[in-house]
């Protein structure tokens, strides 16, 4: 079955699409990838919405806008790569509070109408109801794609947000462990955008953290909180290291640059402090995301974690940005069929649901937008 996976993250820098094949046992093979930027103006509108007092006629306003937009992100991959039967499509999370609420914006009925195609969405809502945290939702996926019969590997996505999955040995889906660690681009991409004054959107090469100085003594502060002490399941968001964070770092009155440095050994620090315990440190630690292309990230993670054995997906044959926006096919073709696609041993649900909702295909054809 072909699926085209779509996601925006909480990075906020645009669009997704994947297009894959879905056979037999749960094999996957990227047919396509492809990423499209937010408009600038749109970007401005969802970080004025994502977790914070608004009104809600702008957020159903976005919400069909959004779904304009992966429609025809969407319509441009299939033209690229050919037709696809299903879309799984994430949406853009504008709130998130594991156990209680989520929101994700996108209408999938503008997404079907536009494609011709079925779309699944609002794939976080049904863990919630089971009594999740709503995420992560795509450790079962990274079961299915890095499982080892004899090694130890962890799954480590740095987007916005950081998390892991760590699949024991020869494990079953009920022995793998998955959480967020915290922040991965979040903070450090706020911090570049308010340096530059908007010229840059994130740390290009990790070139300004290497040109300034981490604050030990702030960077000690930072990993105080209790969040990184707490046991899995977890999961966090911008609602904890959003725009108020960044000021609370603002307070220390260092320089930008020494700022940047010091939000991106937070996020190199928070993630290997989360590998060791879990007790994953000697195995294999494969790194997909935004994260993955910053060599100030890597290297503090391989200097945190000098057992470890790190790589990217792309060494695994699954494109470092493409990862994501796979998952959400695959758990789209679970939703499909009937099956789970959640893991109660990564969100806490009492159980493992089926997650999402089908909205049927329309008739307009591919390209006509």
């Known amino acids: 079955m072909r699926i085209a996976g779509i996601m925006s993250g909480t990075s906020l820098d645009g669009i997704d699409v994947a297009i894959v094949e879905v056979t037999g046992r749960e094999r ?36 069909f806008e959004l779904g304009e ?3 025809r992100a969407a319509n441009r991959a299939m033209r690229r790569f050919g037709r696809v039967e299903l879309i799984g499509c994430h949406g853009q999370t504008i709130f998130h509070q594991g156990r209680r609420n989520t929101l994700q914006i996108g209408e999938p009925a503008v997404i079907a109408e536009r ?22 939702l795509v450790p079962y996926v990274d079961y299915l794609l890095f499982r080892h019969s004899k090694r130890m ?38 911090l570049v955008r308010e340096h530059t004054r908007g010229k840059q959107n994130f740390d290009r090469g990790g070139r300004i953290a290497a040109s300034g100085r981490i604050d030990r003594r702030l960077l000690d502060v930072l990993l105080s909180d209790a969040y990184y002490r707490r046991d899995p399941p977890k999961s966090t968001g911008r609602e904890q290291y959003g725009a108020e964070f960044v000021e609370r770092m603002k307070h220390s009155k260092r320089p930008m640059r020494d700022l940047i440095a010091t939000a991106t050994a937070l996020t190199a620090a928070t993630i290997a402090t989360a590998v060791r315990k879990s007790g994953a440190v000697n195995g294999e630690l494969i790194v997909s995301g935004g994260g993955a292309h910053n060599p ?21 044959g699954i494109d470092i940005d493409a990862k994501e926006a796979v998952a959400f096919a695959m758990l789209a073709h679970q939703t499909w069929r009937g099956r ?14 089926v997650l999402g909702s089908i909205t ?10």
Do not use: C, W
Request: glycine share 12%; aromatic share 4%.
């Open 296 to 316: 100030r990230i890597m290297a503090q993670l391989a200097g945190f974690l000098p057992e470890a054995a790190v790589a990217t997906s792309a060494d695994y």
């Open 115 to 136: 494609t011709g195609v079925p779309v699944v969405a609002n794939f976080r809502a049904r863990d919630i109801a089971a009594g999740g945290e709503g995420a992560p």
């Open 69 to 71: 937009l992966y429609a």
């Open 340 to 353: 789970p696609g959640n893991l109660p041993s990564a969100t806490g649900a009492r159980r493992r649901v």
């Open 360 to 369: 049927a295909g329309g008739t307009t054809a591919v390209g006509r937008r």
């Open 153 to 190: 590997r962890t799954s480590l996505n740095i987007g916005g947000i950081a998390n892991i999955t760590v699949i024991p040995a020869g494990a079953q889906p009920s022995g793998v462990m998955a959480f967020d660690t915290g922040p991965g681009n979040m903070v450090i991409d706020a």
């Open 28 to 63: 996957v093979r990227v047919i396509g990838f492809q990423s499209t930027a937010y408009p600038a103006a749109v970007r401005k509108e969802l970080l004025a919405v994502s977790n914070a007092a608004t009104e809600t006629g702008a957020i159903s306003r976005l919400h």
